[in-house]
Each structure stands twice: as C-alpha cells, then as structure tokens.
C-alpha cells in the first residue's frame, strides 16, 4: 500500500545501504535444526513448498506414465493392475499433496501476515505441526504406494475400496486422513490470524483480494475437511474391522459414501481454484498498473463462491440412480455458483481497460489462467445441465474439464504467484526470458494435452481405461504429445528458478513497483517482518489516483534501495 | 440441421431418440460458449494490445461511477442466460424420464468384469444386447459386486448399476447398427475390458432372432414363484421361525426318517411329501404340514420339484448363468489375450465378433 507509512529510512536494502538492520529470515539461523524447529511462517512457507514440489514430480511422473500407456488402444507398456494403481496415484498425491496445499500453505503461509502487517500467524507452533501432518500424511500415502500401490482411484469409490480391492487401501487412507487435520489446522491459523492481527488501518474491505480468497478458502479448509475425515474413518472401520457400513451385502448404502465424499470434495475443487483467483488479482493490477475493477463484487464473488460451492455435490452422482427432481436442484446450485465465477472474468478482463499493461513472466501466467479458467468454467455448465452430464459422465469429458480448473487454472495461478513473489521471498531475480518461454510453452503444452479430452470424451471415451476402442487413438496421441510438452515446461521453472538462487541477480526491495504491504519491507525480509509498524492509509491496488489514468511508470523501480 | 456445425468426425454416432434432444443441447451450449470465449479472449487481446505498456492509446480519464452498472448489468445478464441454459436441459430431463408404459423390459446385471442382460422371454447374453429398432426399451439394473455403470454414447445413455439396489433408465434406439456399451464406473482390475455391444435390428430380424435363441427350462423359476406364492417358504426358509427342514441342497441326500428308516430324496419322495406329508416325516420334526392333494397340480408340482432339484439356497438369477470371471471377453474389435488357453470352451455368444445367434447361419 502506498499509503503505509513505514519509516521510510528503516526499508533499506542492507547490502546496498548497511544501516545494521536485521538479517533476513534467510539468514536467520542456517542449520537443518532452523529450520525443521522454525516457528517463522516464511521458513514454514519454504518447507511446504519443498514437500509440494516433491509431491507434484511424482504425481506429474505417474501421469507421464498413464499418457505414455495411452499411446496405444492396447496395453503394452504395464500392466492392468499397474496402470489402474499409477492413475490412483496420480490422483491422491495431486490432489492431497499437491493441490489442496499448493497455493495456500506455500503463498498463503509466506503472504498472509506480510499482506496484512503482522509478525506471524495467530498460531506459529500449530503452523509448524499442520506441516508435520502433511508430510506424515504425504509419507504415509508413499508407503502404501511402495508397499504395492493402491487401485481405487482418488475417489475411493465403495464397496469397491472396502470390501473388492486387495490393494494398501487403508495405508493410503490413512495417509489423506492426517493431511486433513494438517489442512484444518491451516484454516483455523489464517481464519484467527486474519480476524485479529490485522494492521492498524488495514480493514476487511482493505484487505487485499489474495487474503480475502485465503479467508474464504480457510472457511472451507474448516467445515468441509471434518466430513472427508469422518468419511475416511469409516472405510478404514469396514476396511480394517469389518464394520457393515457401506457394504450393501451387508444393509449398507454405498451411495452414502457418495454423498459424503463428495460433500468435501466438491468444496475441495474450490479450495483450489479461491487461491488461485486470489493470485490472479494482485498480478493483473500490478502489471496493468490499475485498480481492481469492482473491488467489492470481487469480494462477494469469493464468499458466494465459498457458500453456495457447499451446495452442488450432487452434480457428480446424476447417474447414481439419484431422484431426478433432486439432481434438478443439484443442477440448478451448479449453474447459480457459476455466475460468481463469471463476475470475476468480467472484472479481470475490465482491469485491463485503459491500463499499462506489461508483459512480464507473472502476467502470461495470469493472462494464460485467464483464457484456461474460462474453457474450464463454461465446460462446466455442460456437466450441470443434466442431459449432457449423462452422456459425459465418467468420460474424458469430465477428466478434460476438471484439468482445466485444476491445472490449467491453479497451476497457472501458482507459476503466476511463484514468479511475482520469487525476488520477495528469496531476494532474487530470475532470468525473465526463460520464464516467458516456459509460461508460453506451459499453455500451449496444457491445451494440447487436454483439449484432445473434451473431444475423446464427447465421442465416448470412458475415464480409467487401461486399453481403449481404437476410434480413439488419435485423440490420445495428440494428448500424449502435449503431456510431453507439458512435461518439459514444468521442468524449465525448477531449473531456472534454481539456477537464480545461486546465480540470479538480487532483487530489488520492490521490484515491480507494486503496491501491498508485503513490498514495504526487505526482500528477503526479515525474521520479524517490518521495520517499525505498518499503518494502511488506502485502499488496496492503488496504483493511481481514482478517476486518473495510470501513467508510464516504469517497472523496475530505479528510485534505488530506499522505496 | 444443428448439427452439421460440427464436422462429422467430432460427432458421436447419434442413434437413439434421446440422443438428438442431447445433442441440441450440446449444441446450443457451444455456441453460447464459444461466444462467451470469443467475448472474453478477444477483449483480454484487445486491451492487451491497445493498452500494452507506453503504448498512444488514448486513456482519458477514468469512469469510476459506471462500475456498479456495469457489475449488476453483467451479473444480471449471466444469471439469465445460465437460468435458460438450466430450464431447458431441465425440461427435456424431466419430458424424458419416464418410460412409455409398453417398453420392452430387459434385465441387466453387472459383474467384475462383464455385463449380462436377461430378456422379457428369458434369452440371455453376455456382453451383448439385442433390441429392435423403433420399440422403447426399459433397463434395470442391478450389480452382483460393485458398482458398475451402462454406457452407449450413441444413445447418450448411461446409469448406474448398484449392488442389491434396482436403478433404471430406458432409450429407443432410432438406428439399426452395432454400438459400444461400455462400463463408466471404475471396477478393478479389467474395468476397460467390460465393454460389449448393443445391436439394434429390424423388428422382423429381431423376432427371427428371438426364435433362434435355444428354449430355455423355465420350470424352476416357476417353481421358485410357486415356493412363495404357495407359502413353502413361510416355513421352509432358513429364517422360519416354524420348525421346518430346510430344503437347501437336499437332492439326492439320503434323509433319516421317524422310526429310523431314512430315504433318498428324488422326484418320488418330494411328490410323495407334498401329497401326503405325514407318511414320511424327516426324524426330529413333527407332522405339522398340511397336505397339498388337490391344491397343486400335477405341473406345478413337477415345478417345484424342478426348484428343489436346482437347490433352494443356490437358485438365482445370478447364479445360474454360473460363469467364472476369467472367462470375460474383450470388446468387439478387440483381439483377446493369447494367453487365454480356455477360448474355446466359451459360448460363441462370448466369441468377438461372432455372429450372436451361435453356429446356426441366418
């Protein structure tokens, strides 16, 4: 925020200016035992991302493994069983380990006291134990993978999962339960962190978007994660006890599982698509240098999202035998919490009007997110009218459009954010052509790996088939090309991106010119965030004075190490 | 005349009359999508163009007071446009649901991994399904093990298939042919091998073919019926409270009788039981059934002698196809695996591509 007023002698850069100021967090310590016994959110913040970016090479290296079998209509490369278990894998460790984590407990954990000038999180040893569970969650899940695997898919579908498959199905269970408690721990951290360390000045509708979408994402992290934990409880009781619960042999219902599932999973989808809308608008005004168009719809959008997203579960279980005037309901939520999401298009797209838009790495990632989330959005409203749902259930159609959302969407936004807040959160500068090519090869790699699907899936080609009708094939080789593409793209940003931490140039205090509190400090800042205490004297994205275009300003500030 | 908007390759085959009311659908989906993308991606270039960085584009000054206008007036245009969308995919739902009162019923049951279906006159198929073209027809589904789902993307056609639940759906198909029917449900190991064919005929071929199906002895299930209907059951049953012999996987044992003689069960002493019961009563139980003389007659007794036979506990519709799951086929089009050694001990009805009536040419 311009309008912090942090004294302004306190900001500067100590290896330009050495007024003996703090160290930065970096510095803080440089021992295994700092930094696995860290109470710093931003240590916590590295942590999480080091465990995710683990998790996202072996989910992505079991995908490359599906796209590869799908090459041909037949099986050639492994097996039935194998294939059936890399595509669980894929699934689980992308969804818990990667997704459900990626933005909020790297960005969000890093972020979110910077944003709102505080020292910490509410809760500094809990942050540091939710990452605990995640990574014995995580571990535990890898476990039952190199036990032998696990073959029921992510949605661990009953009486399958329970009582047919002779795979680590508890192991792997288990392993989602106590990530569960590490992602409920998050939200209630960023839920009291943000009701009560707020700045002075800093009020909820000067919040800036990404900490409104952490907030609205924390809601759900809390009341949605304790159904998906109590549904895991009771496979594991059937699974491991024999408790007749979902086994219809036995007086169970198994579509109850579906409810319940889906209950937190469908929430879950939004729990990662809110931090990626978040990101979204701290990048596209910083680099349209413009107000947010809409401020306040944009917030409305996120809570409306959050609450009616609660409310649509029943749209994946249409052809479950579910009474039709029920899944008429379902149907209906589905289109209402599709118009909020439409609001936050329009309002980006309008951010851009009369704005000085810049082409850096971070703003092809959004301007990418942009296109993706629509395609993923409107594909959307084919699954909820019920008709077509029917015919596209459980095809590539389904599996085309939640990649969209999923990848094509939050991954975007997570690059998007990775690059933005890179110089910030280790001080120094990437090399800005490699990650404009990466962001352009990492779009056009996603488009042609998944468009192909909406089509394969329309034709008919049915989801978790291991040898497929040979009408399809051109459908899969066009996909399979793509993910080799997509492949190296994700490869490029974790080469470059560790070539700039030993190589890269340093980076100025802020680089972009932008405004947010998490600018007025050092880059990297240091252990206790600020110099003095941040006080928020304007609205957030105030990149010029209302009812005044914005002008030339350039980019890279060159007002030197004092901002 | 929609439809010729997407070439035909990008089309799946259409063949049934819900799948052209789909189809419209999808149809006016795309276009307002497309639209709406071609709205959105060409303003976003637009302004990216005209708006880049030191770029002359005039910006003037900025229209602060025309936000909240434009906010209501696109939220408002979205709300209608999705409510469209949703009360016309609803009102072709809720037109289509229920099936005409004359529909063929057809049975079908799901396994790991194959699909089996039971005709109104009792023919039954493996992984295939016949049907005339024209005549609605009515499935009901069930499963034997987990959940499965019937999939014919050129009906646009696809339900669940639920352990011990009944789900059901119908379609008319309006196009003679041979068309996927694929399993959408994960379910294990050979979850993409439980695919089969729907094959739609003529009325007239359709009726020829029903004629070629063997006859099939549908004594015991006639039995079975009679069992309940005639109160055999009430105490016959496992769970009866009355003090009955369970008939359970009694044929051909040799039972001990009051008196300690004992005697083999055959059609004889079934007959001879139900007639006149209290001449041989089974040791440990009291003469307490009545006498049937008079109250069956001779074929029905002869059915529930067909039951008793097949074994109470183990009759089911289910059961007596009997077919292990090793013996599952692959798609139409598919080659099986060659190391299949027991190909040939297979119903010809389960050799791909075969024709389904068996050796006997058309």
């Known amino acids: 925020m311009s309008g912090a007023s942090s004294d302004a002698s306190t900001l500067a850069n100590p290896r330009e200016l050495d007024l003996g100021l703090p160290v930065s967090y970096l510095a803080e310590g440089r021992s295994v035992a700092s930094w696995l016994f860290t109470t710093d959110h931003k240590r916590i913040a590295i942590l999480y991302a080091l465990s995710i970016t683990f998790f996202f090479f072996i989910g992505g290296a079991a995908a490359t493994l599906v796209r590869l079998e799908l090459f041909t209509p037949e099986g050639n490369i492994v097996g039935a069983d194998t294939y059936n278990k890399l595509f669980s894998l894929h699934g689980i460790v992308m969804v818990w380990f990667f997704l459900i984590p990626s933005i909020p407990t790297t960005m969000g954990n890093f972020l979110l006291p910077l944003m709102i000038g505080a020292r910490d999180l509410a809760f500094p ?25 696990i073959d029921t898919g992510w949605t661990f ?66 009341l949605a994660t304790p159904v998906l934990a109590l549904t895991l409880v009771l496979v594991i009781a059937e699974r491991t006890f024999n408790l007749p619960i979902f086994d219809p042999a036995r007086g169970g219902d198994p579509i109850l599982f579906q409810h319940l599932f889906w209950f937190y999973s469908h929430p879950a989808v939004y729990i990662m698509i809110l931090p990626a809308m978040g990101v979204i608008s701290e990048v596209i005004t910083c680099y349209a240098r413009r107000r947010i168009f809409g401020y306040s719809f944009m917030v409305y959008a996120l809570v409306a999202i959050a609450v009616i997203g609660f409310f649509t579960w029943g749209h994946h279980m249409f052809t479950s035998g579910m009474s039709p005037f029920a899944a008429l309901v379902f149907s209906f939520l589905s289109f209402i919490v599709a118009v909020p999401s439409a609001i936050k298009v329009f309002n980006w797209t309008a951010t851009l009007y009369r704005g000085q838009i810049g082409f850096e790495s971070p703003m092809l990632y959004a301007l990418g997110f942009l296109g993706l989330f629509t395609m993923g959005g409107l594909t959307g409203l084919f699954l909820a009218s019920v008709p077509i749902d029917v015919h596209v259930q459980d095809t590539y159609f389904v599996v085309a459009h939640f990649h969209y959302i999923m990848v094509g969407a939050s991954v975007s936004a997570y690059f998007a954010g990775l ?87 340093r980076a100025l205090n802020d680089p972009w010119n932008a405004t947010g509190l998490e600018w007025r400090t050092t880059s990297p800042p240091p252990r206790q965030n600020f110099f003095g205490n941040p006080q928020v004297l304007a609205p957030p994205y105030d990149y010029h004075p209302e009812a005044t275009p914005p002008g030339d300003e350039p980019r890279i500030a060159e007002k030197g190490a004092l901002t | 005349m929609l439809d010729a908007l997407i070439p035909a390759f990008l089309r799946p085959e259409s063949a049934s009359v819900q799948a052209a009311k789909v189809d419209a659908i999808f149809i006016g989906l795309l276009l307002i999508s497309s639209a709406i993308v071609l709205l959105v991606v060409g303003l976003v270039v637009t302004f990216a163009i005209r708006y880049r960085r030191g770029s002359s584009a005039k910006r003037g000054e900025m229209p602060t007071i025309v936000s909240r206008e434009f906010e209501v007036g696109w939220t408002a245009a979205t709300l209608f446009i999705f409510v469209f969308i949703f009360w016309w995919a609803a009102s072709v739902e809720i037109g289509a649901f229920s099936p005409p009162k004359d529909a063929i019923e057809i049975h079908v049951v799901g396994k790991q991994w194959m699909w ?16 005339p073209v024209g005549a609605p027809v009515r499935l009901l589904l069930t499963s034997q093990d987990v959940i499965h789902s019937f999939y014919v993307p050129a009906f646009r056609l696809k339900r669940d298939a639920l352990p011990y639940q009944q789900t059901e759906t119908w379609f008319q198909a309006t196009k003679t042919g041979t068309y996927h029917l694929l399993c959408t449900e994960y379910c294990g190991t050979d979850h993409s091998r439980m695919v089969g064919r729907i094959i739609v005929m003529e009325p007239q071929d359709y009726a020829q073919w029903l004629t070629r199906q063997p006859e099939r002895d549908g004594l015991a299930e006639l039995g079975e019926r009679l069992f309940s209907e005639r109160g055999c059951s009430g105490c016959h049953n496992a769970g009866s409270k009355v003090h009955a012999p369970s008939l359970a996987g009694i044929w051909g044992q040799s039972v001990p009788l009051e008196g300690g003689r004992t005697a083999t069960v055959d059609e004889a002493y079934v007959r ?68 299949a050694p027991n190909q040939s001990l297979r119903s010809p009805v389960m050799v791909p591509g075969a024709p389904a009536s068996g050796d006997t040419p058309p």
């Open chain 1, 419 to 505: 690059h933005f807040w890179w110089p910030k959160v280790t001080g120094r500068m990437y090399p800005e052509s490699w990650a404009r090519f990466a962001a352009l090869l990492m779009f056009f790699g996603f488009n042609l790996t998944f468009f192909p699907q909406f089509i394969a899936g329309y034709l008919g080609m049915p989801r978790r088939y291991y040898t497929y009708p040979p009408e399809f094939q051109v459908w899969n080789v066009l996909s399979s090309s793509g993910a080799a593409v997509l492949a190296a793209a994700y490869l490029m940003p974790l080469g470059y991106l560790t070539w700039s931490l030993f190589f890269g140039g």
């Open chain 1, 125 to 149: 040893k809990l942050n540091l134990i939710s990452w605990y569970l995640n990574m014995a969650g995580g571990l535990l899940t890898l476990a039952a993978v190199l036990a032998g695997g």
């Open chain 2, 272 to 339: 001879d039981s139900i007639l006149q019961p209290e001449r041989d009563v089974v040791a440990g139980y009291e003469p307490i059934m009545p006498s049937y003389e008079g109250k069956l007659s001779d074929g029905e007794i002869q059915a529930l002698t067909a039951y008793i036979r097949h074994g109470t506990d183990r009759f089911d519709l289910i059961g007596s196809l009997n077919l292990a799951p090793a013996q599952n086929i692959c798609a139409p089009g598919q080659t099986p695996p060659e190391s």
């Open chain 2, 116 to 131: 089996k279906t039971q005709g109104p006159s009792g023919t039954r198929e493996i992984n295939e399904l016949h049907v």
């Open chain 1, 157 to 222: 579908y009953v009486p399958y999962s329970t009582v047919f498959s002779n795979t680590f199905v508890t192991l792997a269970v288990l392993g989602v339960f106590v990530s569960g408690f590490s992602t409920i721990a998050t939200g209630v951290n960023f839920i009291a962190t943000v009701h009560y360390l707020r700045a002075p000045g800093m009020t909820w509708f000067r919040l800036p978007l990404f900490v409104w979408a952490m907030y609205t994402t924390s809601l759900i992290f809390v």
